[in-house]
């Protein structure tokens, strides 16, 4: 058990709908990522952010949104869904905004499927 | 730009040594990963260089790294049946704010 949480474990909605992907980081990590892994793109970073603000975007489509509340979890949002949003998304953390620290821990993955 | 290789299948027998191998690009990387994916589940953290070591041994587990060529190894000693996994290699560009850019996985079999 690495200690990030993550919820709910799986989704499935229709196209066209709107998701929230929850994310609860390790106690005392102040940073946030999360990364999109499915098979045809493999692990793709999608955005972090770091005690409330983001810190980097990475391949993040602009139907996807995330922020980072003052208790540090983190909401990732997916909307107007198409068939190849369905993907495994996991939340990761780190202690440090990343420039310092070496350790990233990985949540179990919440596995969503759009119909 | 950033890329991580790896190639995709290794099959060994139990209580051999695995090696699985890892290629990358960016020079300025500080830190390079090795993660294992079980079947349905996350990412484990297995261990981790920073970039001006060139070996870290744990345990069963110990990390080559040749800078110069830009390629990471991890060999898996008297490696068992629930050592079958895909693995991934990992590295945090240096110009990262701590994200990291990951290789297609190496899909680990170990045969009994």
């Known amino acids: 058990d690495s200690g990030v949480t993550q919820t709910p474990k799986h989704l499935i909605t229709a196209t066209g709908q709107r998701v929230t992907l929850r994310c609860s980081p390790r106690?005392?990590?102040?940073?946030v990522y999360w990364y999109q892994q499915s098979l045809d793109q493999g692990l793709q970073f999608l955005i972090q952010?770091?005690?409330?603000?983001?810190?980097a975007k990475g391949n993040i489509l602009e139907r996807f949104s995330a922020q980072q509340f003052p208790d540090l979890h983190s909401e990732l949002n997916l909307s107007s869904l198409e068939l190849g949003d369905s993907a495994l998304y996991f939340c990761?953390?780190?202690?440090?905004?990343?420039?310092?620290?070496?350790?990233?821990?990985f949540g179990p993955g919440t596995r969503l499927t759009v119909l | 730009g950033e890329d991580v290789e790896q190639s995709l299948f290794l099959s060994v027998r139990e209580g051999d040594s695995s090696v699985i191998n890892c290629t990358y690009t960016?020079?300025?990387?500080?830190?390079l990963y090795w993660y294992k994916q079980e079947p349905g589940a996350g990412l484990q953290l297995l261990t981790y260089?920073?970039?001006?070591?060139d070996m870290k041994q744990d345990q069963r587990l110990t990390v080559l790294l040749n800078k110069k060529d830009k390629h990471l190894s991890l060999r898996i000693a008297d490696t068992q049946t629930g050592d079958s996994a895909i693995y991934f290699c990992?590295?945090?560009?240096?110009?990262?704010?701590?994200?990291?850019?990951f290789g297609k996985g190496t899909k680990l079999s170990v045969k009994p």
């Open positions: 990761a953390s780190s202690v440090a905004s990343g420039r310092e620290g070496g350790e990233q821990f």
């Open positions: 990992a590295e945090r560009p240096g110009g990262s704010q701590g994200n990291l850019i």
């Open positions: 952010y770091y005690n409330g603000e983001e810190r």
């Open positions: 260089i920073f970039s001006n070591m």
């Open positions: 106690s005392g990590d102040l940073s």
């Open positions: 960016d020079s300025s990387s500080t830190y």
